[in-house]
């Protein structure tokens, strides 16, 4: 079967997670891994692939403009907004797994047949893919929210040097999406690195203040979409359904990652991937097979 050329640009623990993802899709070849040093673990593991890598940063894709069709950021916000500019005159496809905010917010679940119609996808933040759909759910079964606010534990070690740089642009655009995907008034996000060894499980907490809580509704539309996000990403779990707690309320997402890079601890790492992996395929889909009708969800979504 064809495959679409990828570029993985950031070697950290997102950007080598996502490589590993990549070498298993049948649609999508990585064909060069790039990062700033080639001593570092990310690129190693990369040419323990048999994958190309470069140290060269953007400048490489600039001189080598047919090396793929979409480019995965896996580096800084800041990079990104250096990065963005440079891969739109070369007509790239970019999901931006930093927390850039530039181009359209994506939780594949919920709006991927939009996204695939931009050129610039932002893949918001682990904790945002992991609970925007509870709030996109809270949003179909509620018309009116006053506040949500999400509290993500991730385990230290998953969090790279740009993950902790990027703990200001991680809020911003957590509670960005929240909003632009519920309408609620009010919306924060907070995020916990927990140093614990052994490490702990990536652990999302949801809080919402409603008028006229519909719980059984809601437990309704949680588990469906909780259904529909384990297709593409195995580890999803709601480990406490919506329930009322001091007149708030309250449900709970543990995710497992498949262990790829790191640890199944860090499911941090896989839902953001995994998410930016569906995308990948979707439109990778849409160039391989042009002519076929399918929806995009269903496309991505199907079995
Ligand atoms: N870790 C998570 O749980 C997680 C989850 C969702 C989203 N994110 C986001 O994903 C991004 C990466 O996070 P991470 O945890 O993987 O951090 P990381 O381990 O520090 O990885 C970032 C990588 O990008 C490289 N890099 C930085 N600027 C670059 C540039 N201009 N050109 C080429 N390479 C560049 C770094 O190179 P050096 O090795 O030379 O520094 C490093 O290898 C961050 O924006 C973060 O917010 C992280």
Redesign the pocket.
């Known amino acids: 079967m064809n495959q679409l050329k990828v570029a993985i ?7 080598t997670d996502l490589l590993i993802k990549v070498t298993r899709s049948p649609y999508l070849q990585c064909n060069v891994f ?4 080639l001593a ?1 673990p ?1 690129i190693m593991k990369a040419r323990s692939l048999n994958v190309q890598t470069s140290a060269d ?2 400048a490489y894709i600039v001189q080598h403009p047919a090396c793929c069709e979409i480019v995965f950021d ?4 800041t ?1 990104h907004q250096e990065h963005a500019p440079i891969l739109k005159t070369l007509n790239k496809f970019v999901i931006d ?3 850039a905010k530039i181009g359209i917010l994506c939780v594949p679940v919920v709006n991927i047949t939009d996204c695939l119609k931009q050129m610039n996808i932002n893949m918001i ?2 904790g945002g893919q992991a609970a925007v759909p509870i709030a996109h759910a809270l949003a179909m079964t509620h018309h009116e929210i006053d506040y949500i606010e999400t509290i993500s534990n ?1 385990a230290s070690r ?6 902790r740089l ?1 703990i200001d642009e ?1 809020i911003h655009t957590t509670e960005a999406a929240l909003k632009s995907f519920t309408g609620a008034k009010i919306t924060k996000a907070i995020l916990n690195l927990n140093p614990a060894q052994p490490c702990i499980h990536m652990q999302t907490t949801v809080f919402a203040k409603v008028k006229n809580p519909q719980i059984e509704k809601l437990r309704h539309a949680v588990g469906a979409i909780a259904e529909q996000i384990q297709r593409y990403v195995p580890g999803y779990a709601i480990i406490v359904p919506p329930m009322i707690e001091n007149d708030r309320i309250v449900v709970m997402v543990r995710v497992k990652g498949l262990g790829d890079y790191l640890p199944e601890y860090a499911g ?2 896989d839902i ?1 991937n995994c998410a930016a992996l569906a995308l990948a395929e979707a439109y990778a889909k849409t160039k391989l097979h042009p002519p076929q009708k399918e929806k995009a969800h269903e496309i991505c979504f199907a079995q």
């Open positions: 640009l950031g070697s950290g623990n997102i950007g790039i990062g700033r040093n570092s990310g940063g953007i896996a580096t800084s916000a990079a797994l930093t927390p933040t682990c991730i998953s969090a790279g040097r740009a993950t990027n991680y941090n790492l953001i």
